[in-house]
């Protein structure tokens, strides 16, 4: 569910919890593809993860956790950034376009670079490691802390809102076979499988996510959806924002808090 870098953020904070293994963090990134590689936009980058830059033969994915293992990598957020919304990037510069643009990252404030996927080909996913441009007074960024309840609350009450504007606008009719088509919308998803220790809670937060982003794909497509109007259409559009941000938000905040119960569980044993 989610995204690749969702499954990278949670699978690799169990990797560093001592909750799983290599090999359990590859089987999970299989379920958005059957190969992986890692390479390094730049030299320095290269340098420090020991895995090619990018333009050289990519290294395994198993590279790449060692190097985090190594460096005491215990913070990799997720972050789901939109035109208007790049919080958690940075002060722009590479990683931040390449998050952009790839709609999701993954990002180790602690360590000061970010990972990024890009899908290539059918079955074949690259990361790339780069390094975070620090803000001059604020320094290295860090996604903003949402407490998990109070994303849950938020995609509650966006449910409700745009709902009703939808029913409002006249835009949010029933057609034949739409919740077959919801149906068949979630079970084509990737659904990769979540360490022993994940919890609860996330888990439910992230399935609830999922859902609704699933209607959202299902409004949009849904053209002119009612709508009888160019400005009906954009007061739909406006309509379904909100939503859209509590989805991301939502997602962050379960994977986030999966992170960190993951995380603590490794400093206490």
């Known amino acids: 569910m989610c995204c690749p870098s969702a499954t990278l953020a949670v699978w690799s904070s169990a990797w560093l919890s001592g909750a799983a293994a290599p090999d359990d963090v590859l089987d999970a990134l299989g379920a958005w593809g059957e190969a992986h590689e890692v390479v390094a936009h730049d030299e320095a980058t290269a340098d420090v993860f020991e895995v090619p830059v990018n333009g ?46 790839a709609g999701e990252a993954l990002v180790f404030p602690g360590l000061g ?9 059918e079955g074949l996913w690259r990361w790339t490691v780069f390094p975070l441009a620090s803000h001059p007074i604020s320094g290295t960024p860090a996604p903003e802390y949402v407490p998990l309840g109070e994303a849950e609350h938020g995609l509650t009450e966006a449910v409700r809102e745009s709902a009703g504007t939808l029913q409002a606008l006249d835009v ?3 057609r034949p076979g739409v919740r077959a088509e919801l149906s068949a919308r ?7 499988h979540w360490p022993t220790g994940m919890p609860g809670r996330a888990l439910r937060v992230l399935q609830r996510a999922e859902e609704v982003g699933a209607i959202l ?6 053209e002119p959806g009612g709508a009888v109007s160019a400005s009906a259409a954009a007061r739909r559009s ?14 962050c905040a379960a994977v986030n808090e999966a992170v960190r119960l993951l995380a603590r569980t490794s400093e206490n044993s």
């Open 172 to 174: 949010a009719r029933d």
């Open 56 to 101: 050289e033969v990519p290294a395994a994915p198993a590279q790449l956790l060692s190097a985090l293992r190594r460096l005491g990598a215990t913070d990799g957020l997720l972050v789901l950034p939109v035109a208007g919304d790049v919080r958690g990037l940075g002060a722009g510069g590479p990683f931040a376009s390449a998050a952009l643009r």
């Open 217 to 222: 794909e299902l409004a949009r497509a849904d």
């Open 186 to 192: 979630l079970r084509s998803r990737p659904r990769p």
């Open 238 to 251: 406006e309509a379904l924002r909100p939503l859209d941000d509590a989805v991301r938000r939502a997602r």
């Open 113 to 121: 670079f970010g990972v990024v996927p890009r899908h290539l080909a």
